[in-house]
């Protein structure tokens, strides 16, 4: 059974840094396109990084590019976001999706997500 499992959320000051990790399990994690998707308290979910299955190709929504780094270990099935001069606005539980399209149709696994709160 797909299993996407989230861990290293907690509380940061304003400025700080924090790292997440997913370890993925029960289907080819390397076969798989990875996101991050936030929701903040309040709020719909925020598409706010991919990487593609080699880690050849990376993308950012504007609101985290420049401070948050997406990377991925196929050799661990583990997903990584790296994010650093978190703001308060970043606050948000924070959800890892696996995609792909198989021919037939998509095959789409999330995470029960981490909660990251940015708060002095």
């Known amino acids: 059974q797909a299993q996407l499992v989230e861990s290293g959320g907690g509380l940061v000051q304003p400025g700080g840094s924090l790292r997440l990790s997913c370890a993925a399990s029960g289907f080819t994690f390397s076969t798989y396109w990875m996101y991050w998707v936030r929701q903040a308290p309040g709020k719909g979910l925020e598409w706010i990084s991919a990487?593609?299955?080699?880690?050849?190709?990376?993308c950012y929504a504007d609101s985290v590019k420049g401070r948050f780094t997406i990377s991925r270990d196929n050799a661990k099935n583990t997903l990584y976001l790296e994010m650093n001069n978190l703001k308060s606005d970043d606050t948000a539980v924070y959800y890892c999706?696996?995609?792909?399209?198989?021919?037939?149709?998509?095959?789409?696994?999330w995470g029960q997500g981490t909660q990251v709160t940015v708060s002095s």
């Open positions: 999706n696996a995609k792909l399209w198989n021919g037939l149709g998509w095959s789409d696994y």
């Open positions: 990487i593609n299955t080699g880690s050849g190709s990376t």
